[in-house]
C-alpha cells in the first residue's frame, strides 16, 4: 500500500508546478482520497490506467481475476469435413498487472491559481490521530478540538477513515461517527 503521505505531497506539488496531469499509486485509500477530491471539486478528472496513461473510456475495467472463457459449442458431425471450424475466437484479454495500475488525476486551476493550495498529513503512523462524533462537530464549527485537530477553514475539506470506509467530514457528520483524521485539503 503507497503511504498517504506520498500522495498528499504529491498531489500538492504538482499542483505548485502547474502539471495539468498526473499519476499517483493505485490502491484502495487512495482511490477514495482522489474521488472525495474529485467529488468536492479539487481535481476535474479521476481515472484508472497504467503508466502509459489513462486507460480509454471504452475500455472495460478489470476489478478482479480474468475468468476462462465459456465453452463454445462443437461442431456438427456434417461440418466435420470443413478445415476450420465454425467457432468464433475467443480470445481473453488478461487483466493488466495491478502493480502497474495508476490513478489519473486532471488537475484543476481558475484563472492559472491551482484550486487546492494545501494538502497535509494530519495521522501518521508514529501518530495517530482519532476524532469522536464531539470532536468532529468542533471541527466543522470552525472550533479547535484538541491539540492536533484545528477547527475547519474555508474551503477546506477534511477526510475520515470511519467503519463506513475514507469519508469526508460533512458525510461522517450525517452518519454520527468518528475515526480516524487522515488528511486535509484546502
Keep these: 500500500m503507497a503511504p498517504l503521505y506520498h500522495l498528499c505531497s504529491q498531489i500538492q506539488n504538482s499542483f505548485k508546478w502547474q502539471l495539468r496531469r498526473i499519476?499517483?499509486?493505485n490502491s484502495k485509500p487512495n482511490r477514495a482520497i482522489c474521488q472525495i477530491l474529485y467529488d468536492e471539486g479539487f481535481v476535474s478528472s479521476v481515472a484508472l490506467g497504467d503508466?502509459?496513461?489513462?486507460?480509454?473510456?471504452?475500455?472495460?475495467?478489470?476489478?478482479?481475476?480474468?475468468?476462462?472463457?465459456?465453452?463454445?459449442?462443437?461442431?456438427?458431425?456434417?461440418?466435420?469435413?470443413s478445415a476450420t471450424p465454425n467457432r468464433k475466437s475467443a480470445l481473453v484479454t488478461p487483466p493488466p498487472n495491478p502493480a502497474r495500475l495508476r490513478i489519473w488525476?486532471?488537475?484543476?486551476?481558475?484563472?492559472?491559481?491551482?484550486?487546492?493550495?494545501?494538502m497535509s498529513v494530519v495521522s501518521k503512523p508514529s501518530?495517530?490521530?482519532?476524532?469522536?462524533l464531539r470532536e468532529l462537530q468542533a471541527v466543522?464549527?470552525?472550533?479547535?478540538?484538541?491539540?492536533?485537530?484545528?477547527?475547519?477553514?474555508?474551503?477546506?475539506?477534511?477526510?475520515?477513515d470511519t467503519p463506513y470506509?475514507?469519508?469526508?467530514?460533512?458525510?461522517?457528520?450525517?452518519?454520527?461517527?468518528?475515526?480516524?483524521?487522515?488528511?486535509?485539503?484546502?
Design 165 to 186: 470506509g475514507i469519508i469526508e467530514l460533512k458525510e461522517a457528520l450525517k452518519q454520527e461517527v468518528g475515526g480516524e483524521v487522515l488528511c486535509i485539503a484546502v
Design 105 to 118: 488525476l486532471d488537475l484543476k486551476y481558475k484563472h492559472s491559481r491551482p484550486v487546492l493550495s494545501r
Design 23 to 25: 499519476a499517483v499509486p
Design 51 to 81: 503508466e502509459t496513461g489513462p486507460f480509454p473510456a471504452n475500455a472495460p475495467v478489470f476489478t478482479g481475476l480474468a475468468t476462462s472463457p465459456s465453452p463454445q459449442p462443437t461442431s456438427t458431425p456434417s461440418s466435420s469435413s
Design 140 to 160: 466543522a464549527a470552525a472550533r479547535r478540538a484538541g491539540p492536533l485537530l484545528k477547527g475547519q477553514e474555508v474551503g477546506q475539506i477534511t477526510i475520515l
Design 127 to 132: 501518530r495517530r490521530v482519532y476524532a469522536s
